[in-house]
């Protein structure tokens, strides 16, 4: 999906896509600093918060810019230490100009998650670290845009959005389903669409 949009921004050919995890292509499984608009390589699960901070930490108090950060996480990533170790570096600094999201999909590479789709205990563990906690559904828009104003607005701590979503989403034989992680569909795979409302909630 990052790849998809890096091409439709233009940054290289979406021919390009096709080439995707092959062993002369750029567009590795990870991104990489190997292509000049990725800064770091965050494939290394936990490492994305922690870059996070220190780009928030730097704007707020190093170079006074007005900038947001982003950082989005999966939840199978958000069990590692080193992003409960950047939560409580965040909340001691007050980095309300930063935002998190975990994409909370209750499946990580082949195993579902240990908290899997209890939402109330991501909230309260990210509250417990002085962390502005919303849960929202991830698979509707206009909540996240809510959400994401309702993080502009909140100040003196940072915000994280804990969307609940179904990895997979909409595809008949892909969606909530383990071992699809990472696979490319095979050749002459028609995969029937869901109705968005299946599982929503
Ligand atoms: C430190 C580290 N350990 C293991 C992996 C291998 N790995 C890649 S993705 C993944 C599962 C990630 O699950 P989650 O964060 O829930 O992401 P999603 O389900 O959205 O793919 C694992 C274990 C890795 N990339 N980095």
Known sequence: MLYAAWAQAGLFPASDLLKLRTLTSDLEGHPTPRLPFVDMATGSLGQGLPVGVGIALNAKFVDNLEHRTYVLMGDGESVEGSVWEAAEVSRQYGLDNLCAIVDVNRLGQSDPTM???????YRSRWAGFGWHAIVVDGHDFGALLRAFDEAVHTKGRPTVLL?????????????????????PLKKGMRPRRLSTSSQSN
Request: hydrophobic residues 30%.
């Open 163 to 183: 969307a609940k979503t179904y990895k997979g989403k909409g595809i008949s034989f892909i969606e909530n389903k383990p071992d699809w992680h990472g696979k």
């Open 115 to 121: 908290l899997q789709h209890d939402m109330d205990a």
